[in-house]
């Protein structure tokens, strides 16, 4: 299945970071970085595992969507798109798995490669690329959270919940 562009010709207004959600993996909200720099979008991803479903590979990885936190790991698994080399801000270079994965920002879903890798020491858990962002977004640098953020309560309580349960 490759990328899917919006029918409608509006360009959405994005800052240069986000908080977005990942419907097809349940994760309500992950904070991202915007880089129209990086051509593909890069998730942080660990305990990465490939194995061959219904004679496809597929793999299993786990997602930690707070920043800075270990609490509310999701497990994935999804089929391989691709494999490719990638080069690291820092030069680097790191065979990746490939996967598609349904972004919603600012209130637009679109499908984007999503690359597998380690960012727990990078400042966002995910980056979504030029390519993601190619599909009808423009990118405001001097902008942040255009499309909301969680309530805090949320945030603290590490939940990815869209609201904190009624008190009783």
Known sequence: MAPTHPTSTTAVVAGWREWISLPGIDVEWIKVKLDTGARS??????????FTR???????????????????????????????????STGHVQERHVVLMDI??????????????????????MLVGREALRQGYLIDSRRSYLGGRPKKAVRRRNRGLASPPPAG
């Open 54 to 88: 219904d004679g496809e590979p597929w793999v299993r990885f786990s997602v930690h969507p707070w920043q800075r936190s270990r609490e509310d790991s999701v497990d994935v698994e999804r089929p391989i798109h691709d494999r490719r080399q990638v080069r690291s």
């Open 41 to 50: 979008s890069a998730i942080h991803a660990f305990d990465i595992e490939e």
């Open 104 to 125: 919603t920002l600012v209130g637009r879903t679109v499908t984007a490669e999503v690359t597998l890798t380690s960012r727990d020491q990078m400042g966002f858990r």
